[in-house]
């Protein structure tokens, strides 16, 4: 159902950088939509992490960042630390269905 | 502190109804559109429904539109989720959300659990 595609998993040791994906099309993040990310640690709710593919709200740490081209976008994790396990996912908004749209999410493990 | 609180989830029957509320405090309710999202446990976020400043357009899922209809009380600074011919589909956690201009969801409520079974 999902129309942003992203990696099941991705994993790191602390300290190395990870990217996650967001693949959209030209009706969403190609269509000059912003894409957002969120991050969930598992039994609590979402948190704003990137919005307007490269800012991030206050508080969050400037380890996390964002970017765009074309029809996909990428959230990327530097200096991994053990609090970043968590479930991600990116987000957009659909000129087709009209509708707001989440990614497939993306489970980050610290090895 | 901007905070939203969902209130009204529980258990259903197939075909029955339940009502949310969401009670946001710390920001101008007025001020923001709304929009509920909800997540079956164990997979990830769908978008379900938004509502604009003053309740005049709306919006829904395919999954939910005819089914469901959202609406606020700028004066009480609370938004609703009327769920009506509920689903065993529908079993979900459903949360609250702030809307930005950017069409980001800034600020999350706890989330409501919405279980239908016979």
């Known amino acids: 159902q999902s129309v942003l595609t992203q990696p099941p998993s991705v994993s790191g040791a602390p300290g190395q950088r990870v990217t996650i994906s967001c693949t959209g099309s030209?009706?969403?993040?190609?269509?000059?939509?912003?894409a957002h990310w969120y991050q969930q640690v598992p039994g609590t709710a979402p948190k704003l992490l990137i919005y307007?593919?490269?800012n991030r709200p206050s508080g969050v740490p400037d380890r996390f960042s964002g970017s765009k081209s074309g029809t996909s976008a990428s959230l990327a994790i530097t200096g991994l630390q053990a609090e970043d396990e968590a479930d991600y996912y990116c987000?957009?908004?659909?000129?087709?269905?009209?509708?707001?749209?989440f990614g497939t999410g993306t489970k980050v493990t610290v090895l | 502190e901007v905070q939203l609180v969902e209130s009204g989830g529980g258990l259903a029957q197939p075909g029955g109804s339940l009502r949310l509320s969401c009670a946001a405090s710390?920001?101008?309710?007025?001020?923001?559109?709304m929009s509920w999202v909800r997540q079956v446990p164990g997979k990830g976020l769908v978008w379900v429904s938004r509502?604009?400043?003053?309740?005049?357009?709306?919006t829904y899922a395919d999954s939910v539109r005819g089914r469901f209809t959202i609406s606020r009380d700028n004066a009480k600074n609370t938004l609703y989720l009327q769920m009506n011919s509920l689903r065993a589909e529908d079993t979900a956690v459903f949360y609250c959300?702030?809307?930005?201009?950017?069409?980001?969801?800034?600020?999350w409520g706890q989330g409501t659990v919405v279980t239908v079974s016979s």
């Open positions: 030209s009706s969403n993040i190609g269509a000059d939509y912003d």
């Open positions: 959300t702030r809307l930005t201009t950017l069409l980001a969801f800034d600020i």
């Open positions: 307007g593919n490269n």
């Open positions: 710390g920001f101008t309710f007025s001020g923001y559109w």
């Open positions: 509502i604009d400043l003053d309740g005049t357009t709306t």
């Open positions: 987000q957009s908004y659909d000129s087709s269905l009209s509708a707001y749209v």
